[in-house]
């Protein structure tokens, strides 16, 4: 059974950090790009960032850039979203999937984050 289990979202005041985690199991993790995709209240869908598995290539959306980092670790079948300098919005669920785009193999449930005062 594939699972993709995001967490680490909740409330984070204007400026402040968060980490998300997405633990992965049932598939070769070490094989796949894993991405990490938003889901805004509005429905609207974005691509959040892309972890590369070749290579450990990264890439970002501009919406995000510079105030994003995404990681794993292979070793713990685990995708990291460290995030910085929130924006209100930023509030979205975050959704861990594969690929990082167009038809998607696998992803998760997502994790809430809410960036407010």
């Known amino acids: 059974e594939v699972q993709l289990q995001a967490s680490g979202g909740g409330l984070a005041q204007p400026g402040g950090s968060l980490t998300l985690s997405c633990a992965a199991s049932?598939?070769?993790?070490?094989?796949?790009?894993l991405g990490w995709i938003r889901q805004f209240p509005d429905k609207e869908l974005e691509v959040v960032s892309c972890?590369?598995?070749?290579?450990?290539?990264?890439w970002y959306s501009d919406s995000v850039k510079g105030r994003f980092t995404i990681s794993r670790d292979n070793a713990k079948n685990t995708v990291y979203l460290q995030m910085s300098s929130l924006k209100p919005e930023d509030t979205a669920v975050y959704v861990c999937?594969?690929?990082?785009?167009?038809?998607?193999?696998?992803w998760g449930q997502g994790t809430l984050v809410t960036v407010s005062s």
């Open positions: 999937a594969s690929p990082c785009n167009g038809p998607l193999d696998y």
């Open positions: 049932g598939f070769r993790f070490i094989d796949y790009d």
């Open positions: 972890n590369r598995a070749q290579n450990g290539g990264t």
